[in-house]
């Protein structure tokens, strides 16, 4: 059997296994968390918070994009937590890994799961907080989200999140994955967004800080800067993604299943 | 004799410096009910991941379905069925859905999943939730499970742990149709002597990671020095003085039996009709568990020694 047919069988046995849990809904509901909030702000307060001059829209992609990139880190660490304490609180790693699929591709059949949903999750993120505008712009037009702007942008944006967050996603990945205790992936996690956040302010290394790639991915860009001319941290993300990634499956491959 | 479904040639297993098997030989009849006893921590779940590649063997210790275990593991798990210890089951899923969770992974027909719950008889309850399963439908529903791909050999370890006894008597009617009807070789392993002996056509006994017997479940029992016979009766000092007439020595009297070691089955209607001529009313003569636990107990023990 080909690792295409295998991934393929992996893949779908791995979807099945979250119907009825909570994680669906959290894919569902996590991201609408913040474009609500948006939405009863800008409609109680809007014409406060809109400066004349300003576009709504920026106003918006500014307060959906900033307490996104904060909270999002905290998001994956709950999934990358949920997608392997399933198996853990189950007992059945042994389970799928008795069945005639190799180590691998049932490896990859996890990791690919979990980062579609984060990826899902940020996208249905960006469309509910485009709704948020424009809704917005039917009950309340004196705002302005009539104005010209390019929409595209917060997907942008979310998809530089996400990519810029691969690295420490792959690092929560392989600590739920290898270790039963939640407490040791959420400890390291909350550790690393902390530490980074008072890094940030002045230690020079802060930028090679994989809990601090996706922040930095979108420090000083504007609504008229180019996205993508910046890289580096997203370049950084990936580097670190590949390695962690490669060293958990290499791990599951070889060791010996309980 | 039929070709072997399993061998395992001098097989090392290490657990950091801890020598978990040593130097295991085995050999499994294809179409057997292969009984792997041994007590608790002797080797017998290690050698059973081994045999899954949950732990990893090393080349040409492990063959199955005549392959090398290493080069064709895709292939040969793909005909075994196997239960490991405490069920592996999604609770929140319903027993249905579990068993289509293993379907997806394997790829045979939605059909399938009907003929084996129908095996397992578990139709009535396979739509709800397995956290409302009892222990006994769990290991149904996990051997529902390893039946999904109509394997040749199911590697069952302790199916009938924690069950209560029509749980047990139900698993073992199980295993017996599933070898009998299905054709399925079954290689079980159970550290409780009696369960083996009611099922198992071969068997093997493990302890400390060495292998002490292999064989079929007759040649264990003539392995033995000789029987116990226990005899109840009425008048118990009375028949114990006529047992001991007849040059027989009595191990144990209560008040209402004897125990008698005896060399020979042929003892037992010698003793029984020496009883009966006497006048007394025997009700029971039982020759069978307890010798068997004692050869078993007298082989795991000598190691220790």
Redo the contacts between chains.
């Keep these: 059997?080909n690792l295409a047919l295998e991934l393929k069988?992996?893949i779908?046995?791995e979807l099945?296994?979250f119907?009825?849990?909570f994680v669906l809904w959290l894919l569902v509901l996590a991201p609408a968390f913040v474009p609500a909030i948006n939405f009863i702000i800008l409609f109680k307060k809007g014409d406060q918070i809109i400066q004349d001059g300003q576009n709504a829209w920026a106003v918006l992609l500014g307060n959906t994009i900033q307490p996104g990139n904060f909270l999002f880190p905290f998001f994956v660490m709950v999934i990358a937590l949920f997608v392997n304490s399933?198996e853990h609180?189950?007992?059945?790693w042994?389970?799928?890994?008795?069945?005639?699929?190799?180590r691998l591709a049932t490896f990859l059949s996890k990791m690919k799961v979990f980062v579609l949903m984060i990826f899902f999750s940020l996208m249905l993120f960006a469309f509910f907080s485009l709704i948020v505008g424009y809704l917005l712009n039917v009950v309340k037009p004196e705002l302005g989200f009539d104005q010209a702007f390019d929409k595209s942008l917060i997907f942008q944006a979310c998809l530089k999140i996400f990519l810029a967050s691969l690295g420490y996603a792959a690092l929560q990945f392989a600590l739920s994955q290898k270790s039963k205790n939640l407490m040791l992936s959420l400890g390291i996690g909350i550790g690393g967004v902390i530490s980074v956040m008072i890094l940030m302010n002045g230690w020079e290394y802060a930028d090679y800080h994989p809990y601090g790639y996706h922040m930095f991915a979108l420090r000083n860009v504007g609504p008229e800067d180019n996205m993508w001319a910046e890289m580096t941290t997203v370049y950084r993300s990936f580097i670190v993604a590949t390695a962690v990634f490669a060293l958990s499956g290499w791990d599951m491959v070889?060791k010996?299943?309980? | 004799m039929s070709k072997p479904i399993i061998e395992i040639q001098r097989l090392d297993f290490y657990f950091k410096e801890f020598k978990a098997l040593d130097q295991v030989n085995l050999t499994v009849p294809t179409g057997s009910i292969y009984g792997f006893l041994g007590p608790n921590g002797a080797g017998k779940t290690t050698t059973i991941?081994i045999l899954?590649?949950?732990?990893?063997s090393k080349n040409q210790q492990v063959k199955i379905f005549g392959k090398e275990l290493q080069r064709h593991?895709?292939?040969i798990?793909?005909k075994?069925g196997?239960l490991?210890e405490?069920?592996?089951?999604?609770?929140?899923?319903s027993g249905r859905?579990n068993l289509?969770?293993?379907r997806?992974?394997?790829?045979v027909p939605k059909s399938r999943i009907d003929e084996v719950l129908k095996i397992v008889r578990l139709v009535d309850n396979a739509d709800k939730k397995a956290k409302n399963y009892s222990l006994g439908m769990c290991q149904r529903l996990g051997l529902a499970?390893a039946l999904l791909?109509d394997p040749e050999l199911l590697i069952l370890d302790e199916p009938t742990n924690g069950l209560d006894p029509s749980g047990i008597i139900e698993m073992r009617e199980l295993i017996i149709s599933l070898n009998k009807d299905h054709g399925k070789t079954i290689f079980l392993s159970s550290h409780i002597l009696s369960e083996i002996e009611k099922l198992a056509t071969d068997v093997a006994i493990i302890d400390q990671g060495k292998i002490l017997y292999e064989g079929k479940l007759q040649g264990l029992q003539d392995k033995g020095k000789g029987y116990q016979l226990t005899v109840e009766l009425d008048k118990v000092d009375e028949a114990a003085q006529t047992v001991k007439g007849l040059n027989y020595t009595v191990s144990e009297t209560n008040s209402h039996s004897l125990v008698i070691p005896i060399e020979n089955r042929t003892d037992i209607p010698k003793i029984n009709k020496a009883l009966v001529d006497q006048g007394i009313d025997v009700y029971q003569l039982n020759s069978s568990d307890e010798d068997l636990e004692s050869i078993f107990l007298n082989i795991t023990k000598k190691l220790d020694q």
């Design positions: 059997m069988r992996g779908s046995a099945f296994k119907r009825r849990t399933i609180n189950s007992n059945t042994k389970l799928i890994y008795t069945q005639p699929i190799s070889r010996r299943i309980l | 991941r899954l590649d949950l732990f990893h593991r895709g292939e798990l793909g075994i196997a490991i405490n069920p592996s089951i999604y609770k929140h899923l859905q289509e969770v293993i997806k992974m394997v790829g499970a791909t």
